[in-house]
């Protein structure tokens, strides 16, 4: 017969232990909660990577499973794109209330009040913000490489192209009289909760200058890594190679 007294060492023991592991759940719950705090309502949050000089567009593959925002605001989203911008040259354009010293076009996908669409915008020289929805994901375009493409048409039109797993589509910049000579992909959040993505990957990443297609042979001029979001080169852009894997990923 074990004594009384071992039982109530015993059970001391078991008590203590399962205090230790409440405390320790509990603690890694709050840490996990703070990690999880953002804010990207201000200035917006993303991943991105750059490259800088003059060129007349540029196309890249992307490829994303699922994306969401599913707050009710429409200002907040997450989106993965590919900007042209024209960004030294002082073209300005309207947007936020003011006119900035940039312009650009952009295109990709977004996550917004539950949407998860093709969409691509622009904020020309002279002009105001103007974003426009192509349509939804279908499951046929997840998981694969999706070709996105901003190309000088001539020096007052640019084309967005998109050619995904179940449709494909195209419209027109114009007039735009944009001198691009910045290209940026990568991943943009605005909001503080309620987004996330599956890992993106940007591959087969490229410039277009005279009307050929070259790949981006370096890692690019500048990133930007403003959390959440993480983003980070899977491949490297290198000379003679197929313009880098850009991979971003955000459990907001």
Known sequence: MVPHVHLRSATRKLVAAVFVIFITLAVTNSLWAIALAYDCTGPVCGGT??????????????????????????????????????????????????WINTAWIEVGYIARQSNYDFYWADCRPGA??????????YTAD?????????????????RVYIE?????????SFPNYMQPDQIEIGMEVIGDNSQWSDTASFNNN?????????????????????GPPSSWWYTLAAPGGTGGDWRTYCSC
């Open 128 to 137: 105001g913000y103007y974003e426009f929805v192509f349509g939804p994901v």
């Open 49 to 98: 990577v750059t490259w800088n000089g003059n060129v007349d567009g540029a196309d890249a593959r992307i490829r994303v499973g699922n994306m969401a925002s599913t707050n009710s605001s429409s200002s907040w989203h997450i989106n993965n794109a590919l900007w042209v911008r024209d960004d030294y040259n002082s073209s300005a354009c309207w947007v936020g209330g003011m």
């Open 206 to 226: 490229r410039y277009i200058w005279s009307g050929s297609r070259y790949y981006q042979h370096r890692d690019g001029d500048s990133k930007v890594q403003s």
């Open 164 to 172: 995904a797993g179940q449709f494909d589509y195209a419209a027109g």
């Open 142 to 158: 997840k998981w694969r490489n999706n070709f996105f493409e901003v190309a000088r048409l001539s020096s007052t039109e640019f």
